[in-house]
């Protein structure tokens, strides 16, 4: 073999991939285009010395510090990701590169924040952690065992469930931002929060588009995308943000019934439209599973 | 403080190429052996995302500097792949998304179970279990700054060079993190210390071995490691993980090059 000639092996130019059809599925998204323009570093464009001026409320404070463990809790979402089948998904790896850090730099534009306000924020996330957070973190530490053998017996469907999942998690953040934004009336702060949304909604596009492809494709594949977001899944709330957390940070931006129905909608909306994601609204079900909202206080 | 997680983040970039004159490589093409020791780097490049994996399953996610690491690294990786992708693109060899899914898919279930396997490992041995793996990790960036070094001086291409020097200093700070994580994690642990020394010497071997073929590994270690500047070469990396708390006297390069290196001294004598 090795006397062969190198270039020989090829077939139009490829070792590995056949040369008749693609693997990888494409959609509109422009993954490429999405990698080269990733934002960096957002500390710029963040006032500190306005929030010296007209600093936030300890309550703002303590919902900022919610969306900043949300968004640096990115690499526990990455592992799932490539601990299971789709990390043979090149497109996909290739896009959650680049997602990843943006949301470092998001994540880190409201450390800044925090910073500016004094609070410390050099040590590691301390939750008040009930016994169900610490079965879900065991179980979690278990999960990758599990998640690479079964999910490689499925193959590319399960795929749809990661992204309808990622999908929920986008559309469920652009929702809570948007809530606390309004809940919070800074202007310094709302120019930073809607430059974040941008960001995320480009985030949202990938999965939802990702997510649609897959699942027009094959029934399996709808089937894993539902059942990904309707079982032991909280959009808003990663594995170690604690369910008290959770549910101080939901009271604290929708202190009304009215606000808590409007979050709902703008979160799990995007699926509704979806026919066959439709029905499944994640982040209602995890407002009732975390006993937020009673079943039928919002009709 | 020798690693500055902040800094490192700061300063992290894709690696760029758009400067230079990518034409050289159609008046002056690469020869076979070079293109093939490319392939191969860009392969191990992307398959960057399944070494993170790897990590990811030890509890060392949860670290905020391992974490904020590992989103840079893994990214200016990814950047070092497209960058030699490009280069290999212009000699007609194909690295896109469907090549890689196609290698990752050849690899199979051993590579499908390799969660499982790191996993039960990490829950077995514990905390420890991160020295080891920051250690493995010193020697593959190690390995990296001297792979690209070494193509870049042999092959002498004026925009090759350049190109390959870039993505090296990209590695010796790679090199800067791994390092440090590992002295200070064996320093603090003398289980930590046999566990790495048992794991280098015993399963240690050249960054990509397992996921590509094994004659594709022995090409570019003859390539890159044969001769006397090789020699010299794979001596600085034995001395560099010989320094790490716990790790004197392994020749963890030494040995895993040895049959590569051979067999390039007895071609050299027949030639
Ligand atoms: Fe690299
Ligand atoms: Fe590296």
Redesign the interface.
Known sequence: ??EE???AL?R???????TDQ???L?TPFEVQQF?LD?QG?LRAEVDTRAFQKHPLSPERLRDLQYLWDVE?S???Q??HV??S?T?????V??FL??W??ER?WIA?AYQAILEAHGQDVSG?VVHDHLFLDRVEMALD??A??T???WT?LFGEDVVAGQMARGWSREASMRAAIQAFDDAAGHPELSALLQRVVRLKRVHERFFAVETGERVRRSPRAAAFARRYVSFGFNPMRPV?VSRNAFREFIASVCPTVHDTHLLLQQADEPLQRTPETAGTEPLRRALERDGVVNRYALF | MAFNIDKFAETSQRVKWADLDMGEFITRPLPEKTLRCLRYMCDVEYHTVCYMRDMLVTPSHQDRDVSTFMTMWNREEYWHGEALAEVLGLHGIVVDYDELKAKRMKLGWSEALKPLKQSLLSNMVGADFIATHMAWGAANEWSAVAAYRRLADLEKHPVLAVLLKRIAAQESRHVAFYATQARRRLESSRKAQRLTRFALRKFWAPVGSGVMDPDEVDHVMRELFGGKDGAHEIDRLDHNIAKLPGMDGLRIFHNATAHARESYRAEAVSA
Do not use: C, F, I, W
């Open positions: 073999m090795a000639p190198y270039l090829h139009q130019g490829r070792l590995y991939g056949p693609e693997l990888v494409r990698t990733a570093s640096r990115t690499m526990g990455v592992r490539v601990v089948y990390n043979k998904e090149s497109r790896a290739a590169t680049t990843a850090y470092h880190d590691p530490t278990l990758p065992m998640d690479s053998v490689n170690g």
